[in-house]
């Protein structure tokens, strides 16, 4: 029996697979992150990785001017020496590259990985894997609660081997179930999930109804 892989060496995975499928779909293929091309999301991807200056504008919106600048930039760069950059990583000055940070490139390649695969009609599922989806699983409290914070009722990710993150207290509780890549997808905000939710159908709606954005 093999040794369970790393964090590092699930994400170099996770990069690898997104790399070949950036390269087979190309530039201006859709994605589910909004607007974006495959081409706008590859630049984000770089600029995360390279441009530590741009990437607190990912996430607090009066910095947004900036890094929409520095990806305006890096989106003009050749599509293949792009794809390039995120096959081989994050340079070793990057605060990324941070050991302790393994298990967040995890989570970031796999959603990304899965909005390029799934913004494609005939998209299914990947099999799951153990050691993948632990590490999915560790992620997933913590962006849970971010991304249900807002809920009027309680929520509760739970895995098909019955493990539960409650990740929202109220005075009901709708529990969404599902493998952990599919709830870590659900709870990033996209709809393009296989998950199902058990509670009074009004409270599902209304989870259903959450913008799940960070």
């Not at 589910?32 to 984000?44: F, K, M, P, R, Y």
């Not at 930039?73 to 081989?88: E, T």
């Not at 894997?129 to 991304?147: A, I, N």
């Not at 109220?170 to 905000?189: A, D, K, M, Y």
Request: proline share 9%; hydrophobic share 40%.
């Amino acid at each position: 029996m093999s040794a369970p892989r790393s964090a590092g060496a699930v994400a170099a995975a996770e990069r690898n697979a997104l790399a070949d499928l950036l390269l087979e779909r190309g530039p201006d293929e859709p994605t589910l992150c909004g607007d974006w091309t495959t081409n706008d999301l590859l630049a984000h991807l770089v600029i995360r990785e390279r441009r530590p200056d741009a990437a607190p504008g990912i996430l607090i919106p009066p910095l947004s001017f900036w890094t929409e600048r520095v990806q305006a930039q890096a989106a003009k760069r050749d599509f293949g020496a792009n794809v390039a950059l995120i096959r081989s990583g994050p340079p070793s000055w990057s605060p990324i590259a941070l050991p302790f940070l393994a298990g967040v490139d995890v989570q970031e390649y796999f959603i990304h990985h899965e909005d390029v695969r799934r913004a494609a009609a005939d998209w299914s599922p990947r099999p799951p894997e153990p050691t993948r989806d632990g590490l999915l699983w560790k992620q997933l409290g913590l962006l849970g609660r971010l991304s249900f914070r807002s809920s009027p009722v309680g929520v509760t990710l739970q895995a098909p081997d019955g493990r539960e993150h409650a990740v929202k207290s109220g005075p009901r509780t709708v529990t969404i179930v599902g493998e952990p890549g599919e709830l870590l997808v659900f709870s990033s905000g996209r709809e393009q999930a296989v998950v199902s939710f058990e509670g009074e159908p009004a409270d599902v709606a209304s989870v259903k109804a959450l913008d799940r954005g960070l």
